[in-house]
């Protein structure tokens, strides 16, 4: 049962791996702009945002506000407007090829591991219950009272190694997938 | 805290040995209405979490009830053993195994519940 539970895990592991890097390397990666000093130099090809100061004008004589143009499909961050949007999942308003969160891949792969977690997670807690039910019903039998260790040991192996998957996923996917909503 | 996730206990529960059923707790919207206890919509694997914890439920009940007859029997040894220091200490042996296979599957109930809580509450 757990060494079926092992396999299953790392088959998902390689799966979603092989899905993962093939999207990976589609995706484009941003590129930032940086603030000129102010103000802005003539003939500058590229416009930039200045945030408003609370008396309402412009900060250091900037004196139009225009958004950023060399960001490409990104966009501006709308949080941020001095800033191109961030290849991540809290990019709102975008298509799927800018923003991890609308990717169906990613999108797919969050409902697969939120489902699978609370598969692995009950699994788990039963093989523990098990395991204790065993060790209950193992008398003064040292190999009966071992197995039920074994059994325990295991499931929090498994348990262990199921958490690495998370680690595994968010080092593998640029801009992470477990971070933003 | 939502209360409806727990509407389902106006249906009638504890079955046999007061083993708790497979659909405790299912949500609300899987019953046809909410004072019958005929499960119309499951889905999978939206319920499948719940199902589970029922599961894990009956495994407690399962738990329980083989830690109490454990200990009875090895409580008999322990009076059959008339002096037999051999029989006395596996039966002591036997009754420390129960009590720590009970506690182990009580354990991973409550760390079960406490994850539970901070997954509900953060």
Known sequence: MLQKLKITLSLAVLLTGIAVLSQASALAVANSATDPPCPIPAGSSVNYLHPKASDGKYQDNCVEQKTIKNCGNLGVDPSDKTKCQTLGNGCAGNTESTCLAKNPIIRDLRVFVNALSGIVGVVVVAMIMVGGIQYSSARDNATAVSAARKRIANAVVALIIYFLIFAFLQWLIPGGVFNGS | ?122
């Not at chain 2, 707790?25 to 589970?52: E, H, K, M, Q, R």
């Not at chain 2, 002096?83 to 720590?100: D, F, H, L, P, Q």
């Open chain 2, 1 to 122: 805290m939502d209360l409806s996730f727990f509407a389902s206990t106006l249906c009638e529960r504890g079955g046999f040995l007061s083993f708790p059923h497979w659909w405790a707790y299912l949500p609300d919207s899987a019953f046809d209405n909410s004072t019958s206890c005929s499960v119309t919509t499951v889905s999978i694997p939206g319920d499948l979490l719940a199902i589970g914890l029922a599961v894990l439920d009956m495994l407690i009940f399962v738990a329980g009830f083989v830690a109490v007859v454990m200990i009875i029997v090895a409580g008999i040894n322990y009076m059959l053993a008339i002096g037999n220091s051999e029989k006395v200490t596996s039966a002591r042996r036997s009754i420390i195994n129960s009590i720590v296979g009970l506690a182990i599957v009580m354990a991973a109930a409550a760390f079960v519940s406490f994850i539970g809580t901070i997954l509900r509450n953060g």
